[in-house]
């Protein structure tokens, strides 16, 4: 089984890695497309997590919403609110869901 990643190439999507070198890495959006080349470089600035990773964000997202729980909080900056991180988020989460 390849890695998968969730990256910004063209948009944001799931790609698969065939390698991972110093200098190249091959990779391909779909399971019937060939393998492309890009350079190692170029590959760091556009990936963006693993997709388990991806994934275990959406399903606390998606928990939250379920649980009503808002992901802002309020703020003393311009317009009194921010956005929570996703660390607080997560621990919010897995408190009231254990609770």
Request: net charge positive.
């Amino acid at each position: 089984m390849k890695n998968k990643w969730w990256v910004y190439i063209n948009g944001y999507r799931v790609v698969e890695t065939k390698s991972i070198g110093y200098r190249w890495v091959r990779y391909r959006t779909s399971e019937n497309s060939l393998f492309k080349k890009i350079k190692r470089s170029s590959w760091d600035k556009a990936c963006i997590r693993s997709l388990e990773e991806q994934q275990h964000r959406l399903d606390i997202y998606n928990l939250a919403r379920k649980l009503n729980i808002s992901n802002l909080r309020k703020s003393r900056k311009r317009f009194g609110w921010s956005y929570k991180t996703f660390a607080e988020l997560e621990s919010e989460v897995l408190n009231k869901e254990a609770a």
